[in-house]
């Protein structure tokens, strides 16, 4: 066992800098953007890494990387997510959101995580046996930020042997922390399907192909797939969120649309219904003398590494206390792109709990959802307190 950290040093050097990270979250609070639009975000990361003495690489369309330690040994990634939602923010916080977007999903949180995690390992950087590479990303809300950022080099130079993050929580107590070990999150997969048939007079239908019956016939086949097709043992939701087309009553349009997504745990059942929603397509429009077009996109499955969050979990219960980390039972049904690099990696994926008493319970994604800042700290020396110790552990290699 080389050199270690003790938890105290950490924790009392993140309460220390409370209020700088609280500046730092409050800004991007009140600053929200979108996807891979994050001018004004990645700026202010920026910044405030190079005021650390760091040099941040830009990789992809917009993330950012930074590098700390001796550059030999181990390498392990942090992730700090940086986009927000097109949610208007309906609370009464005195820096709630300037725009009409929201980070209604803490990311605002989650990239201070990663600037006070900077800060801190930087100034401790000569505990450090190996390379911490913090990644800023973007677009994680469209489940193509890590998907870019891995294309452009990210788990190369130095190669990353590891990952951890942490996403808060508004369901879980601050000072609660809580890990899946196995699949972790569900998948992803969305259909945008655009049916081309033949417009024409309302009084005359036998002249025209008419893509809203077609559409109509999808959505009939499809809701029945899941129900019909799936163990009801699995895990597995399909939902057409928007479809239609259209522009009066006496006109039988030229076109008309679906979107639907599917989401599942079981790789072997998402492969089948991945097949079978893309040949129930195909099979209903041209029954139905139609055309179409298909586009899809897909997020993986959120995978922690058993082992790694064996390694891991002592460092972390150092920190929040023996009690305060849970292993959960059920994986998250939402999706997380972590799951990009979870795949090609061992990952361990947290949940920080950040539940105040002024959040009534609000969901994320909410546009009432409010986050507790007390777990700002917690993260931020629960993350330094793991890299360090567990890329200096003998053990682990």
């Known amino acids: 066992m080389k050199s270690t950290l003790r938890k105290n040093i950490t924790l009392s050097r993140t309460e220390e800098i409370k209020m700088e990270l609280i500046n730092h979250r409050r800004y991007l609070h009140q600053n929200p953007e979108l996807g891979f639009d994050l001018p004004k975000t990645v700026a202010y990361v920026e910044n405030a890494l190079k005021s650390m003495g760091l040099e941040p690489q830009k ?17 392990l990634l942090l992730r700090g997510d940086m986009d927000a939602l097109p949610i208007k923010e309906n609370t009464d916080l005195p820096f709630k959101s300037s725009n009409e977007n929201m980070h209604a999903c803490g990311h605002d949180i989650h990239t201070t995580f990663m600037l006070g995690a900077a800060k801190l390992l930087k100034e401790r950087e000569h505990y450090i046996n190996g390379t911490v590479k913090i990644m800023f990303q973007p677009a994680e809300e469209i489940g193509a930020g890590a998907k870019d950022m891995v294309a452009n080099g990210l788990l190369e130079y130095p190669n990353v042997d590891a990952a951890l993050a942490l996403h808060v929580d508004p369901g879980l107590d601050v000072g609660k922390f809580g890990y899946k070990p196995g699949i972790a999150a569900s998948s992803l997969d969305g259909f945008f399907v655009k049916v081309q048939g033949k417009g024409g007079h309302s009084s005359e ?19 029945s797939l899941v129900g019909k097709e799936v163990d009801p043992r699995e895990m597995a939701v399909l939902v057409i969120g928007k479809m239609g087309g259209g522009t009066a009553a006496n006109i039988i349009p030229d076109t008309a649309h679906l979107d639907a997504t599917l989401r599942t745990f079981n790789p072997d059942v998402r492969n089948y219904l991945f097949k079978r929603v893309q040949e129930i397509i195909d099979a209903t429009v041209k029954l139905m003398r139609g055309t179409y077009s298909l586009e899809s996109v897909s997020t993986p499955s959120l995978f922690n590494n058993k082992e790694l969050c064996d390694q891991m979990a002592p460092f972390v219960k150092e920190v929040i206390g023996d009690n305060n980390l849970e292993v959960n039972n059920e994986p998250l049904a939402g999706t997380e792109d972590f799951s990009y690099i979870s795949n090609l990696v061992p990952t361990m994926f947290m949940w920080a709990g950040a539940k105040g008493l002024g959040n009534k319970n609000y969901p994320l994604h909410n546009p009432n959802v409010v986050l507790d800042e007390g777990v700002i700290p ?20």
């Open 59 to 75: 990789v992809g369309k917009a993330g950012l990387v930074v590098t700390i330690g001796n550059g030999k040994g181990r390498t």
């Open 205 to 223: 239908p036998q002249k025209a192909i008419d893509p809203l019956m077609i559409i109509n016939a999808i959505y009939t086949q499809l809701n």
């Open 378 to 397: 917690l993260g931020v020396a629960a993350v330094v307190h793991t890299a360090i110790n567990w890329l200096n552990n003998d053990s682990n290699n």
